[in-house]
């Protein structure tokens, strides 16, 4: 099997996905979406993007590398009557079964930045959208103490043994220098690609963040991963503690619930 796409239906994301609906929608508001739009929702998990830009008229096909999600995307579709809305399975490295310049918006939201061949990515991106059409990445940004899932990322990296040679990590795509020769190869010029600071929130008014982490823990495929191999090497509780410390201290919560910022970086390519 594909190791992203294992690595993606090891757990169950839309656990995950349950606590970022909020922010999916006001990410999809922020677009100024005006219908007859097609969509490509790249990295779509089970719609936390998908579903809001459907309601908004926009016809949207939502791919991602897990069975799993694109069963539960297919699901939340059905259940909410939104006809115009497809799921299907597909690699954002290759997308072989979408045409050339077939969509007005290809948006991935923490989604194609998790693909292991950043420039295939970028390649395909521009490839199926319509010139003038435009492209939209949320990613995570690497270092930053005020990215939630930069930090958790990153203490899980620790707990992990080193990735294979050639692994190109996903946070490089919070990097407008890498951004900017990625679109590059695949043909775009620095001046059609802006990048600003935004912020993204998980969610829960009735978990703690200790119940957040465990949700981690149990379904998110890369902190399931850091258990696994700090299980082998006894160092199950230092994991747990510094990630557990890192949600208390971003939390802004203050009811018993939880509410993490994390600051991400938006990508807007002009096609």
């Not at 757990?11 to 970022?20: E, H, S, Y």
């Not at 999809?28 to 790249?42: C, H």
């Not at 799993?68 to 259940?79: F, M, Q, S, T």
């Not at 990630?243 to 201290?249: D, P, Q, R, S, Y």
Request: hydrophobic share 40%; with cysteine.
């Amino acid at each position: 099997m594909n190791p992203n796409q294992a690595l993606w239906e090891k757990g169950d994301f839309t656990q995950i996905a349950a606590l970022m609906r909020q922010s999916g929608e006001a990410v999809v508001k922020s677009l100024g979406i005006t219908p007859p739009l097609r969509v490509l929702d790249l990295g779509c998990g089970d719609g936390t993007t998908a579903v809001p830009l459907a309601r908004l008229g926009a016809e949207v096909v939502g791919i991602d590398i897990a069975k799993n999600l694109v069963a539960a995307g297919n699901k939340r579709a059905a259940e909410a009557g939104l006809s115009r809305l497809k799921f299907q399975e597909g690699d954002a490295c290759n997308l072989q079964s979408v045409g050339d310049q077939s969509f007005d918006l290809t948006l991935t939201v923490f989604g194609a930045m998790f693909a292991p061949k950043p420039f295939d990515v970028a390649k395909e991106m521009v490839r199926v959208t319509k010139p003038g059409g435009r492209i939209v990445m949320g990613n995570w940004i690497p270092n930053d103490p005020t990215s939630f899932v930069s930090q958790l990322l990153k203490i899980s990296s620790s707990f992990m043994p080193p990735p294979p040679e050639g692994f190109v990590s996903p946070m490089t795509w919070g990097v407008d220098t890498h951004i900017i020769e990625r679109f590059g190869q695949a043909g775009v010029p620095k001046e059609n690609i802006a990048t600003a600071k935004d912020t993204f929130y998980f969610v829960s008014p009735d978990k703690s963040p200790a119940e957040v982490i465990e949700l981690f823990r149990r379904f998110y495929g890369p902190t399931m991963n850091a258990f696994e191999a700090a299980e082998k090497n006894g160092k199950v509780e230092e994991l747990h503690k510094q990630l557990l410390e890192l949600a208390m201290a971003q939390n802004k919560a203050t009811d018993g619930g939880t509410s993490i910022p994390a600051t991400f970086l938006r990508v807007t390519v002009s096609l």
